[in-house]
C-alpha cells in the first residue's frame, strides 16, 4: 500500500563521501519534492519537480543536487556531504502544484554523517 | 518572505482537557495545511484548509483559517495520550512562488495521563 517509498531508511556516509537517497512513488503524481529537516526543526524545501522541470530553492547548497529520470522515481545526490548535512530527508509528492493539492510524505531517510 | 509562527512550542497537556495551538503567517494566503509527526517518522496530513472561514474536523482535532486576520488554529478537545506528537501547519506561498510550502516551527505536543 506504500505510496511514497525512501530508500534507505537509515543512511551512514563519511565526511566528503558522496551518497545518493531514493524515493520512488506509486501515486503517478506530477510533483516531487526533497525536504531537509534537522533535530527539532521544521522541514525545509530543497527542490522540487513538476514532471521534468526542475525548480531549486534559492538557499539550497550547490552541494545538493537531483535527479528525476522517470515519472516514479527522484534521487537526491549530496556531492560532498558535510557534518552539518546530518538530518532526515523527507519526499513528498503532490498531483499538481495547484496549491489545493496535498503533499503526501514518505517515511524519510535519515542520514548520518561521520 | 513569508514567515510562519506557531505558538506555543510546546504544549504539555493533561488527558481529558481542551487545548489550542496557534499558526500565524506574514503574508497573503488562503491555504493552509496541518500536519502531524510521530517522533522519527514522516509527516502525516490532517487538514487541508483552503478558503477563508474554512473548518475541518477529524476526531478531536479541529482546524479553522481566518486569512483576513493570517491565523489559523488546531483545537484539541478532550485531550488522549495518543495525540501525543509535534503538530506542523504549513502556508502555501501562492501561484507565484509556484504553490509551495513554508512550514511553521511546529509546536510539541505531549500528552500526560
Known amino acids: 500500500d506504500a505510496m511514497v517509498i525512501q530508500n534507505p531508511r537509515y543512511q551512514v556516509t563519511q565526511f566528503g563521501k558522496p551518497v545518493t537517497l531514493s524515493c520512488s512513488q506509486t501515486l503517478n503524481h506530477n510533483v516531487m519534492y526533497w525536504y531537509q529537516q534537522k533535530s527539532s526543526q521544521a522541514p525545509k524545501l530543497l527542490f522540487h519537480y513538476y514532471d521534468k522541470d526542475f525548480n531549486n530553492e534559492a538557499d539550497t547548497p550547490d552541494n545538493f543536487q537531483s535527479r528525476r529520470p522517470n515519472t516514479s522515481f527522484c534521487f537526491l545526490d549530496i556531492r560532498s556531504p558535510g557534518l552539518g548535512d546530518a538530518a532526515m530527508y523527507l519526499c513528498?509528492?503532490?498531483?499538481?502544484?495547484?496549491?489545493?493539492?496535498?503533499?503526501?510524505f514518505g517515511p524519510g531517510t535519515r542520514l548520518l554523517v561521520l | 518572505e513569508l514567515k510562519v509562527e506557531q505558538n506555543p512550542l510546546f504544549l504539555s497537556m493533561q488527558e481529558g482537557k481542551n487545548y489550542t495551538i496557534y499558526c500565524n503567517y506574514s503574508?497573503?494566503?488562503?491555504?493552509l495545511y496541518w500536519y502531524r509527526q510521530d517522533p522519527g517518522k514522516s509527516l502525516e496530513s490532517l487538514f487541508v484548509l483552503l478558503s477563508n472561514g474554512a473548518v475541518k474536523q477529524e476526531g478531536r482535532l479541529m482546524a479553522s483559517l481566518d486569512t483576513k486576520a493570517r491565523l489559523s488554529t488546531l483545537h484539541i478537545t478532550a485531550a488522549v495520550h495518543d495525540l501525543s506528537a509535534t503538530y506542523f501547519c504549513a502556508v502555501d506561498r501562492g501561484k507565484a512562488a509556484g504553490n509551495k510550502l513554508t512550514f511553521g516551527g511546529g509546536t510539541r505536543v505531549l500528552v500526560k495521563p
Open positions: 503574508t497573503t494566503s488562503d491555504r
Open positions: 513528498a509528492t503532490s498531483r499538481d502544484l495547484a496549491g489545493i493539492e496535498t503533499q503526501y
